[in-house]
């Protein structure tokens, strides 16, 4: 079993999983120490929990109860699987709105809309997506949630205090956004939970916190390739980019340009900027 942790909390952690195990491989019992949902994201599995066996495949969903006794064969497929695990503390799921008999019913079969959000998260934990793999992990126990209840979240109501606390966190990303900061350490400063954040915070400004610590990078890279003489490598690292390749791709992502593309384009290089107004009037 190879295990990648992508996110480690007290709260609410992210793990990716891929095991080996065959036809050939004994089962064993094993017991969930948390909540947890596990995306399939390839191969198949049998899963044996609470008198009941369930067959998963790509797309499902295992269901895990803190305190659960489970078994996993793979009697059908020779080559294993892999699995996205979001692993929550009873606190942090009844948080959430995450109902214990949701927790019981074993598996949840393949759904658009848990499949769509479980890759989300995938992405965002290679880094190719702006999302944070704390808030990608939220969306889909969301997503699971309002599957499961058969019924859409309700709207929340935004009040002045939201407004006021939402800005007022903004600008604390924007002075802040050269450090390592996450989702847990600005709802502190906002002074409400993690999940109760995520949700004002996109409700008044239309963008998660962490879409918007990455466009605050991305913002004062900018301004540095423009005036700046500093190499590329160290700016990517005084905004805040924990590396150059994810710097790079996150830039071209946004801009349509590599950062020195960027960069030679704001010395005088209409070159550039003329290949950029092309694409733009043919498309």
Request: glycine share 8%.
């Given at each position: 079993?190879?295990?990648?942790?992508?996110?480690?909390?007290?709260?609410?952690?992210?793990?990716a999983?891929?095991?080996?195990?065959?036809?050939d491989?004994?089962?064993?019992?094993?017991?969930?120490?948390?909540?947890?949902?596990?995306?399939?994201?390839?191969?198949?599995?049998?899963?044996?929990?609470?008198?009941?066996?369930?067959?998963l495949?790509?797309?499902?969903?295992?269901?895990?109860?803190?305190?659960?006794?489970y078994?996993c064969?793979?009697?059908?497929?020779?080559?294993?699987d892999?699995?996205?695990?979001?692993?929550?503390?009873?606190?942090?799921?009844?948080?959430?709105?995450?109902?214990?008999?949701?927790?019981?019913?074993?598996?949840?079969?393949?759904?658009p809309?848990?499949?769509?959000?479980?890759?989300?998260?995938?992405?965002?934990?290679?880094?190719?997506?702006d999302?944070?793999?704390?808030?990608?992990?939220?969306?889909?126990?969301?997503?699971?949630?309002?599957?499961?209840?058969?019924?859409?979240?309700?709207?929340?109501?935004?009040?002045?205090?939201?407004?006021?606390?939402?800005?007022?966190?903004?600008?604390?990303?924007?002075?802040?956004a050269?450090?390592?900061?996450?989702?847990?350490?600005?709802?502190?400063?906002?002074?409400v939970?993690?999940?109760?954040?995520?949700r004002?915070?996109?409700?008044?400004?239309?963008?998660?916190?962490?879409?918007?610590?990455?466009?605050?990078?991305?913002?004062?890279?900018?301004?540095?390739?423009?005036?700046?003489?500093?190499?590329?490598?160290?700016?990517?690292?005084?905004?805040g980019?924990?590396?150059?390749?994810?710097?790079?791709?996150?830039?071209?992502?946004?801009?349509?340009?590599?950062?020195?593309?960027?960069?030679?384009?704001?010395?005088?290089?209409?070159?550039?900027?003329?290949e950029?107004?092309?694409?733009?009037?043919?498309?």
């Amino acid at each position: 079993m190879q295990i990648k942790p992508l996110l480690k909390s007290e709260a609410l952690s992210v793990i990716a999983y891929r095991c080996s195990m065959g036809p050939d491989d004994k089962p064993f019992l094993e017991q969930h120490a948390c909540h947890s949902l596990s995306y399939v994201r390839k191969g198949s599995f049998g899963y044996d929990t609470r008198g009941r066996v369930h067959e998963l495949v790509a797309g499902s969903v295992m269901v895990g109860h803190a305190g659960d006794e489970y078994t996993c064969s793979h009697d059908h497929h020779i080559c294993g699987d892999e699995c996205l695990s979001f692993q929550l503390s009873p606190a942090f799921a009844d948080g959430m709105g995450l109902r214990r008999d949701a927790l019981r019913i074993g598996c949840a079969p393949p759904l658009p809309g848990l499949m769509v959000y479980g890759e989300l998260a995938e992405a965002a934990g290679r880094g190719d997506s702006d999302i944070g793999i704390d808030e990608a992990a939220m969306l889909f126990v969301n997503r699971f949630i309002e599957t499961t209840s058969d019924k859409t979240t309700k709207r929340q109501d935004v009040t002045v205090r939201d407004r006021r606390r939402a800005v007022e966190s903004a600008l604390w990303i924007d002075a802040h956004a050269d450090s390592e900061i996450d989702l847990d350490i600005t709802a502190k400063t906002a002074g409400v939970s993690s999940f109760h954040f995520l949700r004002l915070f996109s409700s008044v400004l239309g963008v998660t916190p962490h879409q918007y610590l990455v466009r605050s990078r991305l913002r004062h890279a900018a301004r540095l390739l423009a005036d700046d003489a500093r190499s590329i490598t160290s700016i990517a690292l005084d905004v805040g980019f924990g590396d150059l390749s994810n710097f790079v791709r996150t830039f071209h992502r946004a801009a349509g340009v590599s950062p020195r593309g960027f960069r030679n384009a704001a010395r005088g290089d209409r070159k550039i900027l003329q290949e950029q107004l092309s694409a733009a009037s043919l498309g």
